[in-house]
């Protein structure tokens, strides 16, 4: 399924079926880790537990920073059960900039440049962010437990980051999570 998305003033094709709630992740894949993890990520790994991934077209870009940095803060104080990974277009060595400018984000990098050819068709199709004729991929942010998709996000606008926030208020209301948590480091009240 082919669908439109703005990036600057041109449309692009986007491939792929967004995933609805309740779907399951059925499809089969591995990508090569890329920044503080020490294997690939399968899709048995996002069968397993509360994950959410985030997709980044190009990690030297300020929207793709700006969703890494916000989804690490916003998410392991609102959610600090569930695990974060996030999956690049780019190549390893784009997570560099990671690390120099915000050493403290401690969530996993996984590089899909570098996937084999069915792995990165898989992912992509199964998540929705194929770019057509780029080796691009969309923003966009999942929820997912036990390997069902709770909750989706892929911004029509690709100049601009997945709506973290939004996404986390949804997600916290989807699984009953408590609205305003104790921070981290705080006693509770």
Known sequence: MIRQAQLGDKAICLQGRVPFRGERLTAEFVIPAARLADKPLTAVDLRRGSVVVSTLPNIQKHACLAQIVELEERGHEQLPEWRIVHVSADHEEHWREVDRFHPNVQSSGYSLC??????????????GVGVEDHHRIAHGLFALQDGVFLEV??????????????????????????SNPTPRGSPPE
């Open 114 to 127: 570098c996937a084999d050819p069915a792995s990165r068709e898989a992912f992509v199709l199964a998540f």
């Open 153 to 178: 996000e892929i911004p029509h606008d690709q100049m601009r980051s997945a709506a973290v926030r939004g996404f986390l208020e949804r997600l916290i209301g989807e699984t009953g999570a408590p």
